[in-house]
């Protein structure tokens, strides 16, 4: 069973959690136009290695940062968006 870290609740299994994308600026509100909303909507980066990405703890209704290796589908480390080593 793949486990998976929650900032708050500690190692759980993987069927708790929702897979909400890389973590990646928006686009300005006030100047942004269509192409760079497309954009942001649309593509990602799909690269290997190292990657930020939301997830979503089901049980306790918890959003936070995960930082996983593509390559080898392991999560490095967990952490709420607002922790202080979040980068």
């Known amino acids: 069973m793949k ?3 929650c900032p708050v609740n500690g190692p759980r299994p993987i069927q708790e ?6 973590v990646r600026p928006m686009p ?3 100047q942004a136009d269509d192409q760079a909303w497309a954009d942001y909507v649309f593509n990602r980066s ?3 290695g190292l ?3 939301w997830w ?7 959003w936070f940062i995960a930082e996983r290796d593509t390559v080898s589908d392991e999560f490095v480390r967990t952490y709420l968006p607002n922790a202080k080593d979040a980068s």
């Not at 959690?17 to 890389?22: A, L, M, N, S, V």
């Not at 979503?56 to 918890?62: L, R």
């Open 46 to 48: 799909g690269e290997l």
């Open 3 to 5: 486990v998976l870290h």
């Open 28 to 30: 300005d509100s006030q």
């Open 17 to 22: 959690f929702t897979f909400g994308g890389e």
């Open 51 to 53: 990657q930020r990405e």
């Open 56 to 62: 979503y703890h089901i049980a306790s209704s918890t």
